[in-house]
Structure formats: structure tokens, C-alpha cells
């Protein structure tokens, strides 16, 4: 089946350094979505990527969908305490009635 | 608005109770989704509901049962609980309507199984 690897697991920088987490689907996937969950809260929506080779920012984040569609990156820059959370990409498939399938992940920490 | 609830936030179960988590929204969600959380493992589909008096299986949909008799609730039901079952049970919901469409999360229910 369908499969969204996201890497790394774990990332752990100093605040002020930048942070990107990369998500890779085994298919073209019709949209992606980028979601952040704070320690012990849930998953919160950040954005959707639709077009291929799409860029959006927002503040210190930019996201990037890839020419292929099967590929997306949340890079962070200048990380602030605030980032602190679970990062997660969850891709969309047309034919999936609209489900998605979440990657497992990145966790980032930030040291003060 | 509430938004997406779920009762309760903890429960700890013995191995065999069963329980049943309540998931309500008020936001006119069509779809609805029970997720379960895992360290490591993200988010797993268990259950969805594309629509009052719908439900389809997820990824990991054994061990549990669901119904959606009111377009406002989706319950999840675990007969004979596990503590493979012993998780972080998150409720979603979307409207359905073209462009972005954004899952909504309820604060989620830890469950322990003994």
C-alpha cells in the first residue's frame, strides 16, 4: 500500500539554527499536508500544497512540494523555542475519498 | 463553537473491558476519522465515516467497531480490550468540500489497557 516515509525521527537544534524535515510517498500523491502537534496537544493543520513544484511561506516556515508530487520539505528558519512539537506530513490521493496517509514524523527540540 | 470533542481524555482499562470513546463535532463535518497515536509509529487510521450512517475500515481497523448514527458523533468501540490497544486515540474531522480541506483534531483519549 501507499507509503509516506518522513525523516529524520528526532531533530535537535540550538535556537536561532534552521531545521527542515523531508517526506517522501511511494506514489504521486494529489495534495500534501503539513500538520504540528505541540508536546501532549494534537495535530493542528499548517498548510496544503496542491501544485507541483508549489512553494509557500509562512513567517519563518517554508514548504515545498515537489516537481514529481511525490516529494515535500518544512524548513524552519532562525528555530524558536516556540517551534517545539511534532511535525508531520500526511499525503492525499484523489482516489482515497479524501483520507490521508500521515508520515510518522519529526520531532524537534530546541535548546535555549 | 466546541469544535471536535472526545470523551473521556484518560480511561485505563482491564484486559476484556470494553468501552466505548465519544467523538462529537459541531463544526458540519461530513467525514470523521478515529486515529490511534503511537511513539514512533505516527498516525494510524482505524476507522472513517464518509457520511451519517457510514463507516469504512483504515489501516488498522481490527479489535475495534464504529458507528455514526448522527452526522455530529462517531463512536469508537473496543468488545474486549488489549494492551496492544494501550494508546493515544485521536478523533478528525473535514468537510468534505473542494480545495483545502483541512482535518480537524479532537484533544485526543489516552487509553490504558492493564
Known amino acids: 500500500g501507499q507509503q509516506v516515509m518522513q525523516i529524520p525521527q528526532y531533530q535537535h537544534v540550538q535556537e536561532g539554527e534552521d531545521f527542515t524535515t523531508y517526506c517522501n510517498s511511494s506514489t504521486t500523491l494529489s495534495n500534501i499536508q503539513w500538520y504540528k502537534q505541540r508536546p501532549g496537544g494534537h495535530p493542528v493543520f499548517l498548510i496544503q500544497?496542491?501544485?507541483?513544484?508549489e512553494v509557500k511561506k509562512q513567517k519563518r516556515l517554508t514548504f515545498q512540494f515537489g516537481e514529481a508530487k511525490k516529494n515535500s520539505s518544512l524548513h524552519i528558519t532562525a528555530t524558536q523555542t516556540t517551534d517545539v512539537g511534532t511535525y508531520f506530513c500526511a499525503g492525499g490521493n484523489r482516489g482515497s475519498q479524501g483520507n490521508l496517509i500521515f508520515g510518522k514524523g519529526t520531532k524537534l527540540s530546541v535548546k535555549p | 463553537n466546541a469544535g471536535v470533542t472526545q470523551t473521556p481524555k484518560f480511561r485505563v482499562l482491564k484486559t476484556g473491558q470494553s468501552m466505548t470513546l465519544l467523538c462529537a463535532q459541531d463544526?458540519?463535518?461530513?467525514?470523521m476519522y478515529w486515529y490511534r497515536q503511537d511513539p514512533g509509529m505516527g498516525l494510524r487510521l482505524i476507522h472513517y465515516?464518509?457520511?451519517?450512517?457510514?463507516?469504512a475500515k483504515g489501516e488498522v481497523p481490527d479489535g475495534y467497531n464504529v458507528s455514526r448514527l448522527k452526522k455530529q458523533n462517531f463512536l469508537l468501540g473496543l468488545e474486549s480490550a488489549a494492551p496492544s490497544q494501550t494508546s493515544v486515540y485521536f478523533c478528525a474531522g473535514r468537510r468534505g468540500l473542494a480545495g483545502v480541506d483541512t482535518q480537524y483534531f479532537g484533544p485526543g483519549t489516552r487509553l490504558t489497557v492493564l
Open positions: 500544497l496542491v501544485k507541483s513544484g
Open positions: 463544526m458540519n463535518h461530513e467525514y
Open positions: 465515516s464518509v457520511g451519517e450512517g457510514t463507516t
